[in-house]
């Protein structure tokens, strides 16, 4: 056997776990019949049915059909999201949402990884979103980052650091592109010139 080969069978799964195993079963039959299920078309409903295993959901929250958490007790949402159609929370540490955030269709979210150079061992750490951003369509959202108040990241992007706020991000791995309110700041910047003299 190759001596860099890390042997699997002696990977820690982490102590994660808050809740018992026949709790999780519980949920997973919840989540099938009334989150991941695409025939049940009701976002209330879907709220609901998440609230009752934890969830901390702020009205106004719309959640789309075919949704995906997998532990509904580590997840805080602020007012008025939209959650879209096939998001996938993979929340074995907190998910925190702020409010007036959007999570577009097919993207993931995850707060676990592994230690890679000797163990494989579980690592989670807890990821941040911050009010009024806007995470489009199939990025990657991975452990520990924080991603600042008012931020956009682009389609398909993969965010793997902490992101500041107001701007405008994309690629893999996500790179600054632009600040989001750059044509109002300098409206506002010219307006206050004009005022000063």
Same mark, same amino acid.
């Given at each position: 056997?190759?001596?860099?080969?890390?042997?699997?069978?002696?990977?820690?799964?982490?102590? &994660?776990?808050?809740?018992?195993?026949?709790?999780?079963? *519980?949920?997973?039959? &919840?989540?099938?019949?009334?989150?991941?299920?695409?025939?049940?078309?009701?976002?209330?409903?879907?709220?609901?049915?998440? #609230?009752?295993?934890?969830?901390?959901?702020?009205?106004?929250?719309?959640? #789309?059909? #075919?949704?995906? +958490?997998? &532990?509904?007790?580590?997840?805080?949402?602020?007012?008025?999201?939209?959650?879209?159609?096939?998001?996938?929370?993979?929340?074995?540490?907190? +998910?925190?949402?702020?409010?007036?955030?959007?999570?577009?269709?097919?993207? &993931?979210?995850?707060?676990?990884?592994?230690?890679?150079?000797?163990?494989?061992?579980? *690592?989670?750490?807890?990821?941040?979103?911050?009010?009024?951003?806007?995470?489009?369509?199939?990025?990657?959202?991975?452990?520990? +980052?924080?991603?600042?108040?008012?931020?956009?990241?682009?389609?398909?992007?993969? +965010?793997? #650091?902490?992101?500041?706020?107001? !701007?405008?991000?994309?690629?893999?791995?996500?790179?600054?592109?632009?600040?989001?309110?750059?044509? !109002?700041?300098?409206?506002?910047?010219?307006?206050?010139?004009?005022?000063?003299?």
């Amino acid at each position: 056997m190759n001596k860099n080969i890390i042997d699997l069978s002696k990977a820690s799964p982490g102590n &994660f776990r808050v809740r018992p195993k026949w709790f999780e079963g *519980i949920w997973m039959i &919840f989540e099938f019949l009334f989150i991941t299920n695409p025939l049940q078309f009701s976002s209330k409903l879907r709220v609901v049915v998440l #609230r009752l295993f934890g969830a901390k959901i702020a009205h106004g929250v719309i959640m #789309r059909s #075919r949704v995906r +958490v997998r &532990f509904p007790w580590n997840l805080k949402i602020g007012e008025n999201c939209w959650i879209g159609e096939g998001v996938w929370i993979s929340n074995k540490d907190l +998910v925190e949402i702020g409010d007036n955030v959007v999570i577009s269709q097919e993207t &993931f979210i995850t707060t676990g990884s592994h230690e890679v150079n000797k163990t494989m061992d579980t *690592i989670v750490k807890p990821v941040i979103i911050k009010g009024g951003s806007w995470i489009t369509s199939r990025c990657i959202i991975l452990q520990g +980052v924080e991603i600042g108040v008012n931020s956009v990241i682009t389609p398909g992007s993969v +965010v793997n #650091r902490s992101l500041k706020g107001n !701007e405008i991000y994309g690629g893999n791995p996500v790179k600054f592109i632009k600040k989001r309110f750059e044509e !109002e700041e300098k409206y506002e910047q010219k307006k206050e010139n004009y005022i000063c003299h």
